[in-house]
């Protein structure tokens, strides 16, 4: 037998055990720090370049624990939105390749409502291609990236065309974490493009907005572990390392590991089509993004607490700020808890098995008729013709 | 006038898709699709359905209070493209480019990706002018049972003919002569055409309404076409 699952039926139950539930009395400390945050004093501890701490903490633009309700849509308006999918380069096939198709929506609303779909493949094979500066090869992780920086140089492309007022929406985060610690060579392969795209949308006037649906980031509760440090009371700079080597149980204990979503469901309590404050995010790897350095605040959308990601000149422009989170909202009730565009953005950009597998053919034709024999890999192939 | 682009074809007929959401030919309709040799391919419209154009994703319900029906559409946009109405059609005939129609079934299928077009009064006038064809929509076994196919069919035709009651008559007399041995399907074909005929027809063929009708008639006729209950009235 492959897989016991009898041996995991308990673990499950004790995992169930974990999840916060949220009662009225679990998270009071919680509620406290909330509502009793001083943001003057919280963005001087995060700022001060004295305190040393091992935290993500969320800097707060003006205040920490208002809520903001959704701002009317414009009469007229469009969304757009790119996504991408990609055929992974197959260490086991002897053509080196990957494809990355991005699939493209425009939709317009108001007087003259419109739909525009489409997506555009592109297969990748040339040396330049598949090694960064010619020596680092791309793999999973490397083309993740690079089809982030495709999705936003194509949302740029495709806001060109596009009436304003709109909104250009990407799914998931535009923080791209997986490049902090990569080569300088990979940073520059993936962040000229990407930081180019946000710059051109920017010189369009079309404020972009990534949206994470069921978001893990903990950045609101780390500061409200910095904002319940003792040390600056005591006339010390925050410092986790001293404070854990003086005792068990440091001050900022009483603030639960619990995700934001859960901080802005729960205590926050924020209605439908709420917004939270604005924050910025304390990611290294924001250093390079220059004036583009991303925001973000929470959103619930009817259904759940989203996190909607944007740029420093979006969420410094209200106007822009308004327009996301108008948008967002609309296109989440529009989309039955999710995002319309994204969700017919993904649809164009999915590559489904058997497209896969039609490519893969493809490929093996053009070899054959250059009398090039595709060989596999015994290990692929015993996984092709599974037997017994 | 183009309609439809056949997405599906084979000898016995093809599936077409509308050219626009919502818009496609009447149940029974005759639509031709113009053949690469001159020649003209002829079905009879037999089921029609509108879809999502990925058959994984199932339609959901969009309304609201405040906006329902036609204005659904306006507030998703997306759908015009997402969404995708489809008909079949059963092929009844050609006609060669001499022209002359020919009921019975053409050599090929028509190509794939061909314009499905819906035929004027005068090209069904011609095809439909001996009800030759009419053996093949009796057979077919598709999600509309054959007797509901023959009926919508013939009310077309009449309509598009003019109402043209001579023809009625004929399309009658042989609709009697394909069901003799089966009463029920008969009567079941001559209730669809319309109420106001159907007396006619009956006498025209020698049966009476009464009692004997029980309304199981697409039964009956099912299990006479797979040869299990062929009984003679």
């Given amino acids: 037998m492959p897989f016991d699952f009898s041996r995991i039926a308990a673990q499950i139950d004790d995992l169930a055990r974990e999840v916060p539930r949220g009662g009225p009395d679990e998270f009071a400390p919680l509620r406290e720090a909330y509502a009793t945050v001083d943001t003057g004093e919280l963005v001087a501890r995060l700022t001060d370049p004295r305190n040393k701490h091992s935290w993500m903490p969320a800097r707060p633009d003006v205040s920490f624990n208002r809520a903001y309700p959704a701002p009317a849509a414009p009469p007229d308006f469009g969304v757009i939105a790119t996504d991408g999918s990609f055929i992974l380069p197959d260490r086991h096939s002897p053509a080196r390749f990957y494809l990355i198709n991005i699939g493209r929506v425009h939709l317009h609303y108001g007087s003259r409502p419109d739909a525009h779909l489409s997506s555009t493949a592109e297969l990748r094979y040339r040396e330049q291609e598949l090694q960064v500066d010619g020596r680092i090869p791309v793999n999973a992780t490397l083309l993740g990236m690079r089809r982030a920086a495709d999705e936003l140089a194509a949302l740029a492309a495709a806001a060109e065309g596009v009436p304003r007022p709109a909104v250009a929406l990407q799914d998931g985060t535009l923080i791209l974490w997986s490049l902090s610690g990569q080569d300088e060579a990979v940073k520059g392969w993936v962040l000229a493009d990407f930081l180019d795209a946000l710059e051109r949308l920017r010189e369009r006037g079309i404020p972009v907005a990534s949206y994470i649906s069921f978001p893990g980031g903990k950045d609101a509760t780390d500061a409200l572990r910095i904002a319940a440090c003792d040390y600056p009371g005591r006339g010390l700079p925050i410092n986790c390392d001293a404070c854990r080597a003086e005792r068990d149980l440091p001050a900022c204990h009483v603030i639960p590991n619990v995700p934001d979503r859960h901080l802005f469901a729960h205590i926050a309590r924020l209605g439908p089509g709420e917004r939270s404050d604005v924050f910025a995010s304390a990611s290294k790897i924001l250093r390079e993004y220059g004036e583009h350095a991303i925001h973000f605040f929470y959103l619930q959308t009817g259904t759940e607490i989203a996190r909607v990601e944007i740029p420093a000149w979006v969420a410094s422009h209200r106007p822009h700020l308004d327009l996301v989170h108008a948008l967002v909202y609309d296109q989440c009730r529009r989309g039955r808890g999710y995002p319309s565009v994204l969700q017919e953005a993904h649809e164009q950009a999915v590559i489904g098995a058997d497209e896969r597998r039609v490519v893969e053919q493809l490929v093996e034709e053009a070899l054959a008729r250059l009398g090039l024999v595709m060989l596999r890999s015994g290990k692929d192939a015993s996984k092709r013709g599974r037997f017994v | ?233």
Wanted: aromatic share 8%.
């Fill in chain 2, 1 to 233: 006038m183009r309609i439809g682009e056949v997405i599906e074809t084979s000898t016995v007929g093809f599936w077409a898709e509308s050219e626009r959401l919502h818009q496609l030919p009447p149940l029974g309709a005759l639509v031709a699709v113009a053949l690469p040799d001159g020649a003209t391919l002829y079905g009879v419209v037999a089921f029609g359905q509108t879809a999502g154009v990925d058959a994984g994703r199932r339609a959901v319900r969009r309304g609201t209070d405040q906006v329902f029906d036609g204005a659904i559409y306006d507030q998703h946009p997306e759908l015009l493209r997402i969404l995708r109405t489809t008909f079949q059609a059963i092929t009844v005939g050609y006609a060669g480019p001499d022209g002359r129609a020919r009921h019975h079934l053409p050599p090929w299928p028509p190509p794939l990706h061909y314009s499905v077009q819906e035929c004027d009064r005068a090209t069904v006038a011609a095809f439909t002018e001996a009800p030759g064809y009419f053996a093949i929509l009796a057979a077919s076994e598709g999600e509309v049972a054959a007797e509901q196919l023959l009926a919508a069919h013939i009310r077309c035709v009449y309509d598009r003919r003019g109402r043209d009651t001579a023809w009625l008559n004929a399309a009658g007399q042989q609709v009697a002569r394909l069901l003799k041995r089966d009463y029920d399907r008969l009567l079941t074909v001559l209730e669809a055409i319309d109420p106001g005929v159907e007396k006619y027809e009956v006498q025209s063929t020698k049966y009476e309404l009464g009692g004997a009708a029980n309304g199981s008639g697409g039964e009956n006729g099912r299990a006479g076409k797979n040869g299990y209950g062929d009984v003679p009235f």
